[in-house]
């Protein structure tokens, strides 16, 4: 079953913040978070695993919240870079099941 | 930096035609997986590959495709007779460890005709 995101499309000013959420219906066992840009291939921004460990390549920070089965992404101070779709993605034996996206959008 | 690829990048086929879609994962990688993404849509997981074995593989994932690791490098998926409803963007990934980050090749761009 497919994790849930919310809010669907989000349009922001250069330097704003923005938060992206995921929910799932089953238990997490690790979420990770993906950007794609319009016609390329997904990039990974983070992982939030079980047990609070994450890992993560930018500035981007996220939570999880194991009981409710939530993670969070907090972009913070948004550049126009950050423009894109951001997918979380629940991930169990290797199996990365993406919800559905979150469309931000950054303007000058 | 080692990145995926996936050759070729923009495939044109006839219904009921085989394809073959290749991918070379990083090199160091034991996890290899493949995703489609249907134009405007989400990304879909398909397939994970470890050990010379489907370890996971999703309801699309039917008898008309299958995964194969011909040698040490290449990672192909074939799907054996082409429908309309397969034109989409296939995506390659790996990954050094289970549940790790998963690294995307730049994409097949599949369109059956």
């Known amino acids: 079953q497919q994790p849930v995101q919310s809010p669907q499309a989000v349009i922001l000013r250069e330097g704003e913040d923005a938060v992206i959420n995921c929910s799932s219906s089953?238990?997490?066992?690790?979420v990770h978070w993906y950007r794609q840009k319009h016609g390329e291939a997904p990039v990974f921004l983070m992982i939030l695993l079980k047990g609070g460990e994450q890992k993560g390549h930018e500035k981007i920070s996220a939570s999880f919240n194991e009981k409710k089965q939530q993670s969070s992404l907090y972009l913070t101070a948004s550049q126009l870079s950050y423009s894109g779709t951001y997918f979380c993605g629940t991930e169990h034996t290797g199996k990365l099941i993406f919800g559905q996206g979150t469309t931000l959008q950054v303007k000058p | 930096e080692p990145e995926v690829t996936q050759t070729p990048s923009h495939q044109v086929t006839q219904m009921g035609q085989e394809v073959i879609l290749r991918c070379v994962p990083i090199?160091?990688?034991?996890?290899f997986y493949w995703y489609r993404q249907i134009l405007g849509q989400k990304v879909e997981f398909l397939v994970s590959f470890y050990n010379n074995e489907i370890s996971e593989k999703s309801e699309i994932f039917d008898d008309q495709f299958s995964v194969e690791r011909p040698d040490g490098s290449n990672f192909t998926l074939k799907i054996r007779s082409t429908k309309l409803e397969d034109s989409a963007m296939y995506f390659c990934a790996s990954s050094g460890e289970l549940s790790y980050e998963q690294y995307f090749g730049p994409g097949t761009r599949l369109t059956v005709t």
């Open positions: 090199s160091n990688h034991l996890y």
């Open positions: 089953k238990a997490l066992y690790s």
